[in-house]
């Protein structure tokens, strides 16, 4: 069982920068993607960035050039590093991970970041 712990929200002004963390711990994280998610009040949880086991990186158009996704080397922390931050970007931010052996999708329970303008 793979469990994801996010760390980094908080408030920021808008132009700031934050940086995101999303360790791993539990089961296997071979042969995967991992990816940061968002979810603003009363919208759907969205895609942001995503990195796969062989980093390869996909990011929304509305973050492109302002967020840079990234991993360690032993690929169990992601990371999310947010520059240029808009009050836009206000939201629950959440880990995921989707195994590809199992098919199976791992959530954190989500940072809130709030951007003030």
């Known amino acids: 069982q793979v469990q994801l712990v996010e760390s980094g929200g908080g408030l920021v002004q808008a132009g700031g920068s934050l940086r995101l963390s999303c360790a791993a711990s539990?089961?296997?994280?071979?042969?995967?993607?991992m990816g940061w998610y968002r979810q603003a009040p009363g919208k759907q949880r969205e895609l942001v960035a995503s990195?796969?086991?062989?980093?390869?990186?996909n990011y929304a158009d509305s973050v492109k050039g302002r967020f840079t996704i990234s991993k360690d080397n032993a690929k169990t922390t992601v990371y999310l590093q947010m520059n240029s931050l808009k009050a836009e970007d206000t939201a629950v931010y959440y880990c995921?991970?989707?195994?590809?052996?199992?098919?199976?999708?791992?959530w954190g329970k989500g940072t809130l970041v709030t951007v003030s303008s």
């Open positions: 995921n991970l989707h195994q590809y052996f199992s098919d199976l999708d791992y």
């Open positions: 539990g089961g296997s994280v071979s042969a995967h993607v």
């Open positions: 990195i796969d086991s062989d980093s390869n990186t």
